[in-house]
């Protein structure tokens, strides 16, 4: 039977920094309500000279920029709490780490980020408090497909 057309649902995604050499565990960030994009774009660069065929213009690739994950979630248990507390850290330590974004399906992202953006939403009267951040990609992240049928 094929797959084709088969929906794969979102539901269960997760993220992960994975543990550095300081570190004894990896760190799955709950209570996410969003991860935004993940791939990569490649620049171009202009090679048009006065004698190209013609006179269109003429391209090669440039850099690959894979760009930035966004992130999103709410605080709804202390874990949650402790989410703010490490991010705030990595801000402040300015180092690129390990990270994975892990897909129901078995599939997933792997890559090197540092956390450029992070903070918590608007507190409204009849909403939770949440928390906001983007993931600065360094390097070409890395796609690896399911090993179980979808």
């Given amino acids: 039977m094929s797959n084709l057309g088969k929906k794969i649902k979102a539901m269960g995604t997760s993220l992960t920094k994975k543990k550095n050499a300081s570190e004894t565990e990896d ?5 996410l309500t969003s991860i ?3 791939g990569v774009e490649i620049s171009e660069i202009d090679i048009t000279t006065l004698d190209s065929p013609d006179g269109a213009k003429e391209y090669m690739q440039g850099d690959i920029d894979a760009g930035e994950c966004s992130i999103a979630g ?3 248990k202390e874990d949650d709490e402790t989410t703010v507390t490490k991010m705030m850290a990595l801000i402040a330590a300015g180092t690129t ?9 078995g599939a997933k992202w792997a890559f090197n980020a540092f956390v450029k953006s992070f903070k918590t939403t608007e507190e409204t ?17 890395v796609y690896t497909k399911s090993t179980v049928g979808v």
């Avoid at 760190?27 to 209570?31: D, E, L, M, Q, R």
């Avoid at 009267?125 to 390097?139: A, K």
């Fill in 27 to 31: 760190w799955v960030i709950g209570s």
């Fill in 74 to 76: 709410t605080i709804k």
């Fill in 125 to 141: 009267t009849d909403g939770l408090i949440g928390f906001s951040g983007s993931l600065r990609i360094s390097g070409m992240p």
């Fill in 97 to 105: 780490e390990s990270w994975e974004v892990k897909f129901p399906s």
């Fill in 36 to 38: 935004g994009e993940i």
